[in-house]
């Protein structure tokens, strides 16, 4: 009979453990292989080739019927204006229409002081230099709320794919580069997601509120336009799209 000290049965013991803990380990090591994650991101800016711009007519009188014929009378003239300019009929939409009585005190059952009626309409316009005049013909023609102006890029998928493609190269450069300090270099790319996307340019606001923006490695590529608008007092700037991903490499 084999007799085995209580010692010897704890070195055994331990012994067996550790095994158990480096095929884990092993196991382990090949379910997470070195990798390396990194994030990037990028802007391009190009001029607008559009403009949209939202505006009201505000009418009021102790009439209902008075108030609604001025309205209508010069949201009329503002679409004459519209039309003057050249711009499509398909262009232009009634974005909001109200009709509101007006109490004193603001209580429904006081006196009734009149009726307010407001309509606004929204103008797409893609001549940017003559946009100024657009704007003042039509607060002369009675136009007296500016909701929105909003200006565009007809390119917009263009863009966004060329901000989408700055932005994953990006994140290769950096993972290049924190890979070499640390002694390494990358390998296969394991996965690559689109984080964020956007684009803005432009202010809102108005009656109907329908208007439509950590360790990055950022690009910023201005892309250069042909409108001029060197004669002309309006700077409509540019319109910022912007793209960020995460990619995951291994190591070697």
């Avoid at 509101?100 to 009734?112: A, D, M, Y």
């Avoid at 001029?228 to 991903?245: H, K, M, N, Y």
Wanted: with cysteine; hydrophobic share 40%; proline share 3%.
């Amino acid at each position: 009979m084999i007799r085995i000290s209580r010692r010897s049965a704890f070195f055994v013991l331990v012994c067996f453990l550790a095994v158990l803990s480096i095929e884990a380990a092993g196991q382990l090591g090949a379910s997470y292989p070195n990798t390396i994650g990194v994030s990037g991101s990028a802007e391009v800016r190009v001029p607008p080739d559009e403009v949209i711009l939202a505006v009201g007519v505000e009418t009021a009188d102790k009439n209902l019927s008075v108030a609604k014929a001025l309205n209508d009378q010069k949201i009329a003239s503002a679409l004459a204006v519209t039309r003057k300019f050249g711009i499509s009929p398909s262009h232009v939409r009634t974005d909001y229409i109200r009709i509101e009585p007006r109490h004193r005190n603001g209580e429904i059952f006081s006196e009734l002081l009149g009726y307010v009626v407001r309509k606004s309409i929204v103008v797409r316009f893609d001549d940017i230099p003559e946009f100024e005049q657009l704007l003042t013909s039509l607060l002369e023609a009675g136009v007296n709320h500016i909701h929105g102006i909003e200006f565009r890029t007809t390119e917009l998928r263009k863009h966004r794919d060329h901000a989408r493609e700055l932005a994953t190269r990006a994140a290769h450069e950096k993972a290049e580069a924190m890979a070499a300090a640390a002694g390494r270099k990358i390998g296969n790319l394991q996965s690559v997601t689109e984080t964020h996307q956007d684009w803005y340019s432009g202010y809102d606001g108005g009656w109907g509120h329908r208007w439509s923006q950590g360790n990055l490695q950022n690009v910023v590529q201005q892309r250069s336009g042909e409108v001029s608008f060197d004669e002309t007092p309006l700077a409509p700037g540019q319109i910022s799209v912007r793209s960020s991903v995460s990619a995951s490499y291994l190591l070697e």
